[in-house]
């Protein structure tokens, strides 16, 4: 894995200016080793010049006249630590800022360090999480996400560039996956510890492998294209067409041939169309369910008088009582998978994956689904994950 946590070697130019600054007044800025600071960035020989503008830096060790501080802007990614002048100094925002936005660095989540997760993984410290929540989180991913990853062949993905942190919860938002489009700048994967309210640890980790692992899923297209059709299904009206109707019947009538020729005993009050319902695929029971409902609605029939209508073999009468045009399956709109998924594609998928870690049972097309596409990831994760 690539460390982006390596240390930058200082090739500060003399701070000769800096030094007469300060002699030359008799400022005397307190600031000392932890205080956060504004000041702009010194430029250093072969860097390319910096916009004029202040930044935030934490300072690590102060000199008489010069200060040794980090940039806060992503210091778990690109570390620039640089050699400031006490009188360059613009602000002193002091060891424990207020919290909030400075010039573009967001003092809500200061860096605080950083832990292992397991060997090859580094967790980004920007929030003070509660002990337990820290815990529910490690273990979550050494413990099911990993062993899950393992389990599926597609521990490459630890090997991305990718870098983890947790952050305070920002807005409605309990996690995220930054994608970067620059293959010199990791992706970045945020979990909000204050989610652990409401979503278990694995079910929030898994989620964000889901966008992680969505984006390299959009470049097979077929795949991709399945998803939008299974997204489609979970939150548009769906109709159900004169050729499902004719394909729907001869599958009720198929059951009712089946129970006969293996004399099944009856049980309940409608065997035949509640075993056929049940050997519907999911994307079509809710139209069976609305061409039940249709028929009491229009014709005034239920499904025990198409039970006995099929036992009967009439099956010339229910082809007429039958919809022959298209209906719509009203009340279908349920979600097929969680309501969060319902808000886009990509939640879709990073639900399906997060549920299916988590162990819970999804519906049957979507599994088949998500085992195609994680099977079909695998040599791409294996190839890079070396
Ligand atoms: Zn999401």
């Known amino acids: 894995m690539r460390s982006y946590l390596r240390t930058v070697t200082l090739d500060v130019q003399g701070d000769t200016t800096d030094d007469e600054d300060a002699s030359a007044s008799t400022r005397n800025v307190d600031v000392n080793a932890g205080d956060y600071i504004v000041a702009l960035r010194p430029a250093v020989e072969g860097e390319k010049a910096d916009k004029p503008m202040p930044r935030v830096w934490k300072v690590t060790s102060r000199n008489r006249t010069t200060v040794t501080a980090r940039l806060?802007?992503?210091?778990?990614?690109?570390?620039?630590?640089?050699?400031?002048?006490?009188?360059?100094?613009?602000?002193?925002?002091?060891?424990?800022?207020?919290?909030?936005?400075?010039?573009?660095?967001?003092?809500?989540?200061?860096?605080?360090?950083?832990?292992?997760?397991?060997?090859?993984?580094?967790?980004?410290?920007f929030t003070k999480p509660t002990r337990e929540n820290l815990e529910s989180l490690l273990s979550g991913f050494r413990n099911v996400v990993r062993k899950r990853l393992e389990k599926l062949k597609i521990t490459g993905i630890l090997n991305e560039n990718v870098v983890y942190e947790i952050r305070p919860k920002k807005g409605k938002a309990v996690g995220y996956c930054y994608i970067s489009g620059n293959p010199d700048n990791p992706h970045r994967i945020v979990y909000c510890p204050e989610a652990l309210k409401h979503y278990t640890a694995p079910h929030l980790i898994a989620h964000e492998f889901g966008h992680l692992i969505e984006w390299k899923l959009r470049e097979y297209r077929s795949l991709w294209a399945a998803w939008q059709v299974i997204h489609t299904h979970t939150v548009y009206p769906d109709y159900v067409t004169s050729e499902d109707s004719k394909h729907l019947l001869s599958s009720c009538i198929a059951v009712r041939d089946e129970h006969a020729k293996a004399d099944v005993p009856a049980k309940g009050a409608t065997p035949t169309?509640?075993?056929?319902?049940?050997?519907?695929?999911?994307?079509?029971?809710?139209?069976?369910?609305?061409?039940?409902?249709?028929?009491?609605?229009?014709?005034?029939?239920?499904?025990?008088?198409?039970?006995?209508?099929?036992?009967?073999?009439?099956?010339?009468?229910?082809?007429?009582?039958?919809?022959?045009?298209?209906?719509?399956?009203?009340?279908?709109?349920?979600?097929?998978?969680?309501?969060?998924?319902?808000?886009?594609?990509?939640?879709?998928?990073?639900?399906?994956?997060?549920?299916?870690?988590?162990?819970?049972?999804?519906?049957?097309?979507?599994?088949?689904?998500?085992?195609?596409?994680?099977?079909?990831?695998?040599?791409?994760?294996?190839?890079?994950?070396?």
């Not at 990614?77 to 909030?100: C, F, H, Q, W, Y």
């Not at 008088?305 to 009203?330: A, Q, V």
């Open 273 to 386: 169309i509640r075993a056929w319902r049940a050997s519907l695929e999911d994307e079509d029971k809710p139209k069976a369910a609305a061409i039940l409902r249709w028929l009491h609605q229009h014709r005034r029939v239920r499904p025990h008088d198409i039970e006995t209508l099929l036992n009967l073999g009439k099956d010339d009468l229910i082809k007429k009582l039958w919809p022959s045009e298209r209906i719509e399956t009203k009340h279908s709109i349920k979600p097929l998978l969680t309501e969060y998924a319902t808000e886009s594609m990509s939640e879709t998928f990073a639900e399906a994956l997060a549920l299916s870690f988590c162990g819970k049972k999804l519906p049957d097309t979507v599994q088949k689904l998500l085992d195609k596409t994680l099977t079909t990831l695998r040599e791409a994760y294996a190839t890079e994950g070396r």
């Open 72 to 125: 806060e802007d992503m210091p778990h990614i690109k570390p620039v630590e640089r050699t400031i002048g006490v009188s360059k100094i613009l602000a002193n925002l002091g060891p424990d800022p207020v919290p909030g936005n400075v010039y573009g660095t967001d003092l809500t989540a200061r860096y605080m360090g950083r832990k292992k997760i397991d060997d090859d993984v580094t967790l980004h410290i």
